[in-house]
Structures are given as structure tokens and as C-alpha cells.
């Protein structure tokens, strides 16, 4: 009896998180709780950074890269929410245990806050808010195209964002050049968009890093784009696997002629694009080098070298 009535428990605990679970203000709540203010500048002016870090198999991947990343971001913004590193690593890993989640999309968000003084307009007045919230492990090419290979379209309406107006290596929310994009993509019937610089240099898409191959080597842009932790990780995996690799600029018309096209996404790991515009790559599958190297990263996410463990609570 005692046993069912603590079965009873956990399901209505796992249902209260079934859609994700936040933490705000010292408390773990269901994502459908959590809410900032309408003011809040993170939200009116894109005032705000964040960093996303997945939880896979019930351990977190390279937190502490992540972590690094995201110190990194708040320190360039001129945000400081008051918490040490020590702590967010604890509010993430609670909120996460509580959710139940063992698959997990982490997202930890600093925002500018509302300005202490009512009416100001000097960023410095402002309180920063840190909050933090977990879902599902989200995917950002759906899971059975994801082996196979997407389609991605390089965008003509829109070009990244100058990389001197907004600074692609803060990790940000603002995405109006990404979702011109995805609009133009979509519309053509592609999975993605991939965006250009002023200069025609790749860059990278809504959320993930871009490799090609070609001639046996690998290619990832130089500038323009966030230093993706899986972007690290493949470059490494890449390292070991003793496949020569360049951080250089690509223009557009050399990426259509490489061998093989990839994406590196902490929403889905390393994914195959098995086609850029007209362009098909690797007779529209996932090319053999992606492969090795997709299933190394899994291979990776796995292993206690890279993975803090988490305890649940549920
Ligand atoms: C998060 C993100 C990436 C990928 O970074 P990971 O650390 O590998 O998840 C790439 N580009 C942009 C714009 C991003 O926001």
C-alpha cells in the first residue's frame, strides 16, 4: 500500500515536470510557471545571453566548458547576476534531477533585468536576473532525417548579422537574420538555412556550427560564428582520428563543391546535410567521414571522461 501510494507520488511529480521544469528565484517550478517580467530588458531590448547544455543518459556532456562559455558571455554583456559558478552548476543540476528528465535540453539565461531606479535608461542600473529551465532534449533536425542527412538552403533575403554589431561568440537571442532565413528555407522545402557574411563567407545556421569536407580534410568557418562546444568537440574527435582540419573562411561556391556537409549542435550532436541548395553531397546520405565522426561523438557523450553524473530525485 505504502509502496503504490509513493508510485502515486512520482507520477503526479513526473507529470508536474512533463513539459520541463524551471528554476527562478531560489525555486524549482513546472516551465509553464516560469515567467519573466514584460519590462524585463532581456526581453525588449534582446538584452540577455544564455547557454545550452545537454544532459544525455542522465549526465551532463562537458559542463564546465559550457559553464566557461556562458561566464565568458556575461562577462562581455557587462552582466553579473550575483552567483558564483559553483552555484548555477548546483541550481541546474537540482532542477534537472527534480524534472526526471535523463535526456535533457539545459538552458541557463542571464537577462539585463529591470533598472533599479524606475525609469532609467543607463544599463548600469539594472539588476540581472539569472534563471534557468529544462525540457526534453531537443533536437534540432528531426531524429530520422537526423541520419540520414537534411537539406539546408543558403539564404539570399538575409545575411548574418555584422559580427561588429552583435558579437557572434555571446551566445544571444537575437535571431531575426535566423528566422528571415528559416522562412525563405522553409518555403523551398528545406530542413534549414544556412547564412552568408557581407563578404559571402559561410558562416553558421539557427543553432549550430557548419563543417565540409573535402579532399579528406575538414573545414569549419573561422569568423562569424559561436564557438559551438560540440564545434570543439568535433575538431577534436577530429584530431584523434587523425583527419587534417582548417579554421578558415569558406565562401559559398566552394562549400557547393566539397565532399561532405555537416552541422555540430549540442540539439542533436554532429547531423549530416545531404544537400545545400541544388547541391546533393555524399549521393544524398550521411558521407563516410560524418559517420566516423557522428558515431565518435556519441561515443563521447558517453563516456565518464566528458559526463558529470547527475543523482535524481525523480
Ligand atoms: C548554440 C549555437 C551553436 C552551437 O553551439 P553548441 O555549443 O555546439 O551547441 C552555433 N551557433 C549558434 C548561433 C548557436 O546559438
Redesign the pocket.
Known sequence: MVIQQNEMEVAALSDKYASGAAWMNGEVIPIGEASIPVNDWGLIHSDITYD?VPVWNGGFFRIQD?LD?FFESMKALRLDPKMTRGKIQEVLTEMVSISGFRNSYVSMVCSRGLPRVSGSRDPRDCANYFYSWCVPYIHVIKPDIEVIGASALIAESVKRIPDNSIN?IV??YHWGD?TVGLFEAKDSSYETVILTDQDGNIT??????IFAIRNGTLITPKSG??S????KTVLEIAEGLGIRTEIRNIKKTELLRTDEVFI????GGVIPIAKVNEQIFSDGQCGAVTLEIRKTYWTWMNSPAYRTEIFYKN
Open positions: 545550452v559550457y562559455r557572434p551566445k544571444n535566423f553558421e545556421g539557427p543553432g549550430f556550427n560564428v559561436l559551438g562546444i560540440s564545434r555540430s549542435t549540442s540539439g
